[in-house]
């Protein structure tokens, strides 16, 4: 079986998919990706038919090399990227031959960066998803010296790819569908809300971010008689008095606090991607227009296969350039003109 060798690794690498949906009243949130787009670009711009398993950095990447021919997708927050001293696009896909050595940098927009092999990490599964959840324990941060199973790449030949990443590294609006408590909120404060300019807070991780904001905090009425209920990934909690806290991948399952409504699946990227001091807005969305954008994975990744296209890197930055064969073939120029060649 092919292998990932990390020779360093950044203060927040693992292994991360789509997480395991379906638990809640279990008591284990979905998990997963921070950024569940960008795994989908992973898998396009490797031709895959579904995402796999890949390794999540956190605003630093680390060194990698595998013992095996292997193409890589590097996709999420852009970070520095160099095979062998030689600097990479961001996103791209590329192959990774035996002794050569992977560097990723730190992030220049955004927070989580993605490095995916075309075989997926084959570590083993528990509960349907190879993912690491880390508040809960299953799993753990990745580090120098590990070693990672690796499934076989389904077409190690095939071209070097890239594409024009959805812009998410910046901050930008929240659209958020309604949900059962936002009719604890009266218009005034509802209208108020829309009209603030918030930032995201230091206080951040894979189980929510905290959204600061000047002025007074948006209360609810009727929160304190509030019982407990489930919570999902996305919800807006009105924690303290009055301070909105997205949850994220990671978060827990029952909560207390109102919640104002529910980021939609398509700009939960944004959030998560957001560095600290991005400035986001929140918009609340009719029922009707939220169920008219969402889309199912399938569809997704067919629309992120229509973007890739193929790479075409500066020979400046190949410092192997003529070790490559340019040419496969010899021609005396009438080729077509003659009928001894079928």
Not at 205 to 225: M, S, T, V, W, Y
Not at 278 to 297: K, N
Request: charged content about 20%; glycine content about 12%; proline content about 10%.
């Amino acid at each position: 079986m092919a292998r990932l060798t990390i020779h360093r690794a950044g203060p927040a690498l693992s292994v991360q998919d789509l997480g395991r949906p379906g638990h809640l009243s279990e008591g284990l949130s979905p998990g997963g990706a921070a950024d569940r787009l960008a795994l989908f670009e992973a898998a396009a711009l490797l031709g895959l038919p579904a995402v796999v398993p890949a390794i999540e950095m956190a605003s630093m990447g680390g060194r990698f090399s595998t013992d095996t021919p292997m193409r890589i997708a590097l996709t999420g927050a852009p970070m520095k990227a160099a095979l062998d001293g030689a600097p990479l696009p961001w996103p791209s896909s590329l192959l990774l031959l035996p002794g050569q050595m992977l560097e990723v940098g730190g992030a220049t927009a955004g927070i989580y960066g993605y490095l995916t092999p075309a075989g997926g990490i084959a570590t083993p599964e528990w509960l349907g998803s190879r993912a690491a959840h880390l508040v809960i324990g299953v799993g753990r941060p990745l580090a120098a010296g590990e070693s990672l199973p690796l499934g076989p790449d389904p077409a190690p030949n095939a071209p070097a790819q890239t594409l024009d990443p959805e812009p998410r590294f910046a901050g930008g609006t929240l659209r958020l569908m309604p949900g059962p408590q936002t009719g604890l909120f009266d218009a005034a404060t509802l209208e108020r809300i829309q009209a603030t300019a918030f930032t995201r807070s230091a206080q951040a991780n894979r189980q929510g971010i905290r959204l600061d904001h000047e002025g007074d905090p948006f209360p609810a009425a009727g929160a304190k008689g509030l019982a407990s209920d489930f919570i999902l990934t996305g919800d807006v909690q009105m924690i303290g008095e009055g301070i909105p806290f997205v949850l994220m991948a990671e978060c827990q399952t029952i909560g207390g606090y109102p919640r104002l409504g529910t980021v939609l699946p398509d700009d939960l990227p944004k959030i998560a991607q957001a560095p600290m001091g991005a400035g986001l807005r929140l918009a609340l969305v009719p029922l009707e227009e939220a169920d008219a954008l969402w889309q199912s994975d399938d569809t997704r990744l067919r629309a992120l296969r229509k973007r890739v296209r193929p790479l075409i890197r500066d020979p400046r930055d190949i410092p192997d350039l003529l070790g490559y064969q340019l040419i496969g073939g010899m021609t005396r120029g009438d080729d077509l003109d003659r009928k001894d060649i079928p």
